[in-house]
């Protein structure tokens, strides 16, 4: 009894916790959309379908160049971030600007513990070993500013 009440305080008070942010005053600053770790950073040419590499398996956000209406004006940068369970689990705005598409891609809810263990242990690269990278539900966020 105590361990399952000592659990739902946890997850209640630590994983949904929104700890106030405040970002930089000059405008060419970009924050950290998640807390967590950043897996990886690519930039990707105006047009460009970005892929994402995973296990050695390239996979297209077709999302992210959407319909001739939310096609994005110029490059992008592509940021993929691991949040673990110790991490606040709020997303925010990275840039001023606006929110060009929210895309939600349903799936399971795989263990993500190997992720986890070679991010706290410093060993690259962190998704080494992660079957849930393609297979866990995500959000895919398309800013502009």
Request: overall charge positive; glycine content about 8%.
């Amino acid at each position: 009894m105590t361990v399952v009440t000592v659990w739902l305080l946890w997850r209640h008070v630590w994983f949904f916790r929104n700890p106030k942010r405040t970002p930089a005053e000059t405008g060419r600053v970009v924050l950290s959309p998640a807390d967590g770790k950043v897996i990886y950073i690519r930039c990707v040419a105006k047009g460009a379908v970005p892929v994402s590499v995973k296990r050695r398996r390239s996979i297209a956000l077709q999302e992210l160049v959407g319909s001739a209406a939310k096609k994005p004006a110029g490059d992008m940068l592509v940021v993929g971030i691991f949040m673990s369970p110790f991490d606040v689990h709020y997303q925010r705005a990275p840039i001023a600007g606006r929110v060009d598409g929210v895309w939600y891609t349903r799936g399971t809810n795989l263990p993500m513990t190997a992720t986890w263990m070679r991010s706290a242990l410093g060993l690259r690269p962190y998704e080494r070993g992660a079957s849930h990278l393609f297979t866990n539900e995500r959000n895919t966020v398309l800013f502009s500013g």
